[in-house]
């Protein structure tokens, strides 16, 4: 079946350090995938995108990556700050006439003061 | 612009009772999608809104899930009788173009079943 998964549950880090949060998706075919940010009594909030057709792609502090050859995503933030504690979710776009998007579990960032 | 809404934030009910969540898009986005996250798992799709026409309900769990929006415009979520599992946050969405980034999401309805 369709799936996407992150490796990492929970990530703690100290402030200012850089955080990577990875994602693996099982469907070759999607062309698209995103990054939302959730924080706690909110709904998810888009990041950053990325098409499949690349490879990385920058933000405001930060960097998606894709490996489309082991079918893995990953985010990073760079100095990472107390505002960025919240739970991360990747998702994969499947296109077609819904666009529906499939979800991975979510890792929950702790940024340590 | 004002952001996709959701109403009520919270919801307890009893296992057996009708709860009917409500979410209003941005105004003018002809999508609205509905999906939740049950138990701290991944959030998954329930159902896709074209104006007020289904586009895909591929991912309702069983009928006692009813959806509808009415003049393409709000959409409401029934569960009819509520059972424990259906327990989680409910999540509402709406686009324009129909494109994951164009997604804008609602804050969620917690909805308790005891």
């Known amino acids: 079946g369709e799936s996407v998964g992150l490796h990492l549950p929970t990530l703690s880090v100290q402030e200012g350090d850089n955080s990577i949060i990875n994602c693996a998706y099982s469907n070759s075919a999607s062309d698209y995938f995103i990054w939302y940010k959730q924080e706690s009594g909110k709904g998810p909030q888009f990041i950053i995108d990325?098409?499949?057709?690349?490879d990385k792609r920058q933000g405001q502090r930060v960097t998606v990556l894709l490996n489309k050859t082991v079918k893995h995503l990953s985010l990073q933030i760079a100095a990472t700050q107390p505002g960025d504690s919240a739970v991360y979710f990747c998702a994969e776009n499947l296109g077609g006439a819904t666009n529906k998007l499939i979800f991975g579990t979510g890792t929950l960032l702790a940024v340590q003061p | 612009e004002a952001g996709v809404t959701q109403f009520p934030s919270h919801s307890v009910i009893e296992k057996g009772q009708t709860v009917t969540l409500r979410c209003d898009p941005i105004?003018?986005?002809?999508?609205l999608y509905w999906y939740r996250r049950v138990m701290g798992k991944e959030i998954k799709f329930l159902l896709h809104f074209v104006k007020e026409s289904k586009q895909d309900e591929s991912g309702m769990p069983n009928n006692r899930f009813l959806a509808e929006r009415t003049g393409g415009t709000y959409s409401t979520l029934k569960v009819q009788p509520a059972e424990l599992e259906d327990s989680g946050v409910y999540f509402c969405a709406s686009s324009q173009v129909g494109l994951g980034y164009g997604y804008t999401f609602g804050s969620g309805t917690r909805l308790t079943v005891v």
């Open positions: 105004s003018g986005h002809d999508n």
């Open positions: 990325i098409r499949s057709n690349m």
